[in-house]
């Protein structure tokens, strides 16, 4: 089991428990940002992957000390780190008052507070691709919520975030736009 400050380390790069027999990386990155990649294995060995040319599936801010039943190894010495700039644009609350919900792009802290607003006001009908491709600002704490997403991932093909649903009623997931990839594809 991880440590809670081995868990808290900008840049370490994890094993990632899925269920038995499935396992992926995640990086950390700046102010408790994490990457989910796009590589799977049944093993959580990763001898040889270099994250800078695995697709990210999504980026979430999360508390990382309450993942312990999700990151299960450090990859450190097995890997080569991500160091592609960080995602920047997210999907918040644009007005408080008026409970909108729009694009945004932090700065270089990567905190939620203060962000440049992109759009206003996001609506399915005319931003639907962005709804799709972005994330939600908040901070995600729920191994399980993770564990669910990159398994209906890798069976699917489908990367969504049920949350959305709450903010934007209307919408739907979106097809599946990429295939799975094992540490095996990435390799060969």
Known sequence: MLTKKQRSQENTVFGVYIKEGLYSLAQSRKNHWMEFFNIFNDKDEWDGVDLNKVNILFTYSVAAHRLKELLVSIQDEHVRKNVRPQQSRII??????????????????????DNKVLIPQLTVKDYLDIIHTKELAGMHGDSKDIQNRLLKFYETGVNWDESKKFLFPDVTPPASTQKPLTKEDYLH
């Open 92 to 113: 918040a609350i644009t007005d408080i008052l008026a409970g909108t919900r729009g694009l945004v792009e932090m700065d270089d802290r990567y905190d939620t507070v």
